[in-house]
């Protein structure tokens, strides 16, 4: 599964009944709490690497991915817009790219 089909998964979800998924619910309770649970989860990934744990890490970044789709699909911002950004972004260095945010 890339990236791609896991988005078109959730963008099918919007409109189903949240008793169906939990995508579905998720999405059903708004914007601000499909970002809520997106930053718990970074944080639960943040802690799996400062503990070291790669297979932690492995689960929980998943679940960050995942998340993030979801809030994204949340604000209806595509996530081809998002990966456009990511190759505009990959013919300046990372150090030129921030410097040029300011």
């Given at each position: 599964?890339?990236?791609?089909?896991?988005?078109?998964?959730?963008?099918?979800?919007k409109e189903a009944d949240p008793?169906?998924?939990?995508?579905?619910?998720?999405?059903?309770?708004?914007?601000?709490?499909?970002?809520?649970?997106?930053?718990?989860?970074?944080?639960?990934?943040i802690i799996e690497a400062v503990?070291?744990?790669?297979?932690?890490?492995?689960?929980?970044?998943?679940?960050?991915?995942?998340?993030?789709?979801?809030?994204?699909?949340?604000?209806?911002?595509?996530?081809?817009?998002?990966?456009?950004?990511?190759?505009?972004?990959?013919?300046?260095?990372?150090?030129?790219?921030?410097?040029?945010?300011?």
């Amino acid at each position: 599964m890339t990236l791609d089909d896991l988005y078109a998964t959730i963008l099918s979800r919007k409109e189903a009944d949240p008793s169906s998924s939990w995508t579905a619910q998720l999405l059903a309770k708004g914007p601000e709490k499909c970002a809520e649970k997106f930053g718990e989860e970074a944080v639960e990934a943040i802690i799996e690497a400062v503990k070291n744990d790669p297979k932690g890490l492995t689960s929980e970044a998943a679940d960050v991915l995942y998340h993030l789709l979801v809030m994204l699909a949340a604000r209806d911002v595509p996530l081809s817009d998002v990966l456009d950004e990511l190759a505009r972004r990959q013919s300046t260095s990372g150090i030129a790219e921030k410097a040029a945010r300011k």
